[in-house]
């Protein structure tokens, strides 16, 4: 509407512009005679005026509307560089700290590469029969070793049949020694567990059944002598789910090898064992110290008769003393007595110049 209007006003000023040059370009012929203004034309001007205004108000409006899309486009360009720097920054930091998860991953895969050759080398020694009763020696001589004082044991101690258990445990006071012998039933218990729950476990049942009740049987018949070994000896198996298994799965196992004077015991079962024997060993060495206390208490008791008596003589010979000074005493006062009789009695003048002088007077 506004767009028209403006081209309306354009047209009638370039309409009025060209009447008035066609005007001066007339010869003056002769003075005319002067219209009265045209009404309408007051009109054309008053119009043109009007649109000249509604123009620069269109100017304006586009100048101001020009300027706000100035500053929003500059807002919006700032705005969108600071969103840009911050989502390059956050996009840096992911980076970085995807980097560094990637080096733990990879410090990781290391630690399971190393772990899994460890795996490898462990179950290398496990398979063979040899090293793994090595193993489990080695085990119960840490256990044992740490625990006890080294004058309380000894490894690879030979019997008087010739014999020779793993480990023997001395305790004061206590005839014989405690033998400790490691067995590592590690097949038949793998056989056992690789057959499902509710599969057909007999031959493997049976074959872990007879494999710890021989190595029971060996530990009683070579190590149990009377009166060189006390009972019951200690079978060491290194496995605590071996051990487990044996006490959830083969309870009358475990018994019968009770019945034959062996206990069966994990590591932290004998642990707790040889925690036992300690107390043991430090009850027995209190029982000795209670001992010579009792002895030196006795001793005491006849020194301190002793000193009784002795006393005693002491207060008789004060009481003689006493006695004689008393006596003493007495003879003392009677001399003083008889002094004073002489003294008091009146000697005649010859007796007096005969009597003897004492020197000096």
């Known amino acids: 509407?506004?767009?028209?209007?403006?081209?309306?006003?354009?047209?009638?000023?370039?309409?009025?512009?060209i009447m008035a040059f066609a005007m001066r370009g007339r010869a003056p012929v002769a003075a005319p005679e002067v219209p009265p203004p045209d009404p309408r034309l007051d009109s054309v001007m008053a119009q043109q005026g009007e649109i000249a205004g509604r123009f620069q108000q269109t100017v304006e409006a586009q100048a101001a509307?020009?300027?706000?899309?100035?500053?929003?486009?500059?807002?919006?360009?700032?705005?969108?560089?600071?969103?840009?720097?911050?989502?390059?920054?956050?996009?840096?930091?992911?980076?970085?700290?995807?980097?560094?998860?990637?080096?733990?991953?990879?410090?990781?895969?290391?630690?399971?590469?190393?772990?899994?050759?460890?795996?490898?080398?462990?179950?290398?020694?496990?398979?063979?029969?040899?090293?793994?009763?090595?193993?489990?020696?080695?085990?119960?001589?840490?256990?044992?070793?740490?625990?006890?004082?080294?004058?309380?044991?000894?490894?690879?101690?030979?019997?008087?049949?010739?014999?020779?258990?793993d480990c023997v445990i001395r305790v004061p006071n206590?005839?014989?020694?405690?033998?400790?012998?490691?067995?590592?039933?590690?097949?038949?218990?793998?056989?056992?567990?690789?057959?499902?729950?509710?599969?057909?476990?007999?031959?493997?049942?049976?074959?872990?059944?007879?494999?710890?009740?021989?190595?029971?049987?060996?530990?009683?018949?070579?190590?149990?002598?009377?009166g060189e070994v006390q009972t019951p000896a200690i079978m060491f198996v290194p496995s605590e789910s071996i051990y487990a298994e044996l006490h959830s799965s083969f309870a009358e196992v475990v018994q019968q090898a009770r019945r034959q004077q062996v206990v069966i015991m994990s590591p932290h079962v004998l642990m707790l064992a040889i925690s036992t024997i300690q107390m043991l060993m430090r009850n027995a060495k209190m029982r000795e110290q209670a001992f010579e206390i009792q002895k030196e208490v006795g001793a005491l008791?006849?020194?301190v008769r002793r000193l009784g008596e002795r006393v005693g003589d002491l207060r008789k010979h004060f009481e003689t003393t006493n006695r004689d000074i008393g006596q003493i005493e007495t003879s003392l006062r009677g001399i003083e007595r008889h002094a004073e009789r002489i003294g008091q009695a009146k000697l005649g003048q010859s007796e007096v110049a005969e009597s003897p002088r004492l020197p000096g007077t």
């Open 1 to 17: 509407m506004e767009l028209g209007l403006i081209v309306l006003g354009i047209a009638i000023v370039a309409a009025a512009g």
């Open 301 to 303: 008791l006849l020194d």
């Open 65 to 165: 509307l020009q300027r706000t899309l100035s500053e929003r486009i500059e807002a919006l360009d700032k705005r969108l560089g600071e969103t840009l720097s911050a989502s390059a920054s956050q996009t840096a930091a992911t980076i970085a700290g995807i980097g560094e998860r990637l080096n733990v991953i990879d410090q990781a895969q290391k630690n399971i590469t190393a772990l899994s050759g460890q795996v490898v080398s462990l179950q290398e020694i496990l398979s063979d029969k040899q090293t793994r009763g090595a193993f489990g020696q080695e085990r119960m001589e840490a256990i044992i070793a740490d625990q006890l004082a080294p004058n309380q044991f000894e490894f690879q101690f030979t019997l008087s049949n010739g014999r020779r258990p």
């Open 174 to 226: 206590v005839e014989g020694v405690i033998v400790v012998d490691a067995k590592f039933p590690l097949e038949a218990y793998e056989a056992f567990r690789s057959l499902p729950a509710d599969g057909d476990r007999k031959a493997a049942t049976a074959r872990l059944r007879a494999d710890v009740l021989k190595h029971v049987k060996d530990i009683a018949e070579r190590y149990l002598l009377p």
